[in-house]
């Protein structure tokens, strides 16, 4: 089996901190604690109820490139989950099921699937008492998940490779009459849809996108779908991204100085000037989604809202950040966070997100034509991360060709 994955190695994690930082050469040798290995024997299946796929590509997220600059801090509240020695990269994934356990009712060989619960949970544990949360279909909030495994469980893969085993559980088929290149598409379009259906627009709300990224473009078009009638904006530095995200539905794109644009779309007061540049306004949007995380963006998002204005935070980075916390309750804010999706609640069915995304794929209603923009066989897959971290005005979506 060939394999991506980071290694729990603290030394190589230092390295790989360090070299994120100063001198990023480093990341592409051999110390980077992200390792391709194409030695590691196939492991046989471990349950009754588990299945091989074959992959035939994976799209690259932020999250892996996380893992590739290992960013996640000391201080981060995931730093003292316990975690198995090896993560497995590559969860925006389509591959085909090549075998299945005895008891796998849901697949057969042949058919085309894609990594649903891709993250630590009661299903790909096989705990046999599920937590109330994987109960109810929102595996993503866990409560088993850093516990170990009652497997033992050998190097199952993931995406980024030629094959990887799984529960069925785990897994979502993809309807017939998506291409692949549609379907690699399908989990980064359901934290899109999710973040939106967390907290849906109402008629007339102006609306803030920061970042048109993949995630940030496919919220856009959530946000159209999901309320026709608000009207959003995007806050987004590179004209090509802003050009798709008018395309896409968006109704403008906010242009010069942050603060005043802001105020002016919105019909906000006057922009106030303090020391060191520090500004605020009253007014704002009703809510704002910031699709990029870090500090710059939770000072400055949550000043772009009006009072009781709603903060969705669906970019984020696996570190802390400083920022300021007055807006919170001096205009007292509501704030969601978006983890990357779950059970939805659509025109009276309740169904998981990855069903949603497919739906609104097939039929039309959301695009990921012009989505992928670079493609690159599995084992360049360091000249992927290259490219993000330059981060060209073209570039929206990579995929890796896994065989």
Sequence with gaps: MKTIYFEKDIPRILITKFAAKCCKPLLFTGLNAVKYNENIPDPPLPAPNWVRVKNICAGVCCTDLSFFKATTSTDSALEPIPTSKRTYLGHETVGVVVEVGPEVRKFKVGDRVTLREYMSSCGNKDIKEPCRFCREGNYCLCENYGEPSPLDLPDVGAGFGDSFIAPEQQLTKIFDELTDDQAVMIEPSAVSIHAVLMSPPKKGDKVMVLGCGTIGLGVVQALKIVQPECE????????????????????????????????????????????????????????????????????????????????????????????????????????????????????????????????????????????????????????AFRLMLQNPPELIKIVLDCN
Excluded at 308 to 336: A, C, Y
Aim: net charge neutral.
């Design 232 to 383: 959003v904006w995007v806050m987004e530095r590179i004209k090509p991204k802003q050009e798709f995200a008018l395309k896409l539905g968006a109704d403008h794109v906010l242009a010069g100085e942050p603060y005043e644009a802001v105020s002016k779309a919105t019909g906000g007061s006057r922009v106030y000037t303090g020391m060191n540049n520090n500004k605020m306004f009253f007014g704002g949007f009703d809510m704002v989604f910031d699709c990029v995380g870090g500090a710059w963006s939770n000072t400055n998002c949550l000043r772009f809202l009006r009072a009781r204005g709603t903060f969705v935070k669906v970019g984020h980075h696996m570190n802390s950040v400083r920022f300021d916390e007055t807006p919170i309750w001096w205009q007292e804010l509501k704030i969601i966070g978006i983890d990357a999706h779950g059970m939805e609640e659509w025109e009276g069915r309740r169904l998981y997100t990855f069903d949603l995304a497919q739906e609104w794929i097939r039929d039309g209603i959301y695009k990921t034509e012009g989505f992928i923009t670079h493609r690159f066989p599995l084992e360049r897959y360091k000249d």
